[in-house]
Antibody, heavy 114, light 112 residues
């Protein structure tokens, strides 16, 4: 059974940083693109970042470029999202998703507030 | 960036009746590999998103055949043949052809 389990969400002050993690199991992690998608309160889904199977290519939505970094460890079946210089508008539930969304985690909540 | 425009944004439906959601993209979603990467997702209240349809018209495993996707180029449609109570939620189209991938605004389906 495919499972994606996110962790790392927290309440953080503007300008702060967090590292979100996604533990994958039940499939051959190293053979899939992996993505982060978020949903802010009262808003729709927003794709944030995607990483290629071997980590050689990474793609970001413009609003997070230079602040967020996606990475993966295929030996540990894990996906990370380093989020820096956080802003109030980054407040959202962050989901880990496989490829183009055939499987999703339960999400982890990031709240940016002073 | 490719803009995905859904309509309607709110869709009150009667149980047992059909429903249809439109999704238009600001440019063609035909990839250089010949595929069209247009997906549909359902997000029920309090749950994670679930993919229903991939590459325009392919139903994901476990998705009832009441759901169908169609379209080409820049115009796409999700249809529910007979709405059930379980179908309440927000529906999103998403394009995976061009970077960055983008979602539509979402269509909220509710029962009348």
């Amino acid at each position: 059974e495919v499972q994606l389990v996110e962790s790392g969400g927290d309440l953080v002050q503007p300008g702060g940083s967090l590292r979100l993690s996604c533990a994958a199991s039940g499939f051959t992690f190293s053979t899939y693109y992996m993505s982060w998608v978020r949903r802010a309160p009262g808003k729709g889904l927003e794709w944030v970042a995607t990483i290629k199977q071997d980590g050689s290519e990474k793609y970001y939505v413009d609003s997070v470029k230079g602040r967020f970094t996606i990475s993966r460890d295929n030996a540990k079946n894990s996906l990370d999202l380093q989020v820096n210089s956080l802003r109030a508008e980054d407040t959202a539930v962050y989901y880990c998703a496989r490829h183009t969304g055939d499987y999703w985690g339960q999400g982890t909540l990031v709240t940016v507030s002073s | 960036d490719v803009v995905m425009t859904q309509s309607p944004l709110s869709l009150p439906v009667t149980l047992g009746q059909p429903a249809s959601i439109s999704c238009r993209s600001s440019q063609s979603l035909v990839h250089s590999d010949g595929n069209t990467y247009l997906n549909w997702f359902q997000q029920r209240p309090g749950q994670s998103p679930r993919r229903l349809i991939y590459k325009v018209s392919n139903r994901d495993s476990g998705v009832p055949d009441r759901f169908s996707g169609s379209g080409s180029g820049t115009d796409f449609t999700l249809k529910i043949s007979r709405v059930e109570a379980d179908d309440v939620g927000v529906y999103y189209c998403m394009q995976g052809t061009h970077w960055p991938w983008t979602f539509g605004q979402g269509t909220k389906v509710e029962i009348k």
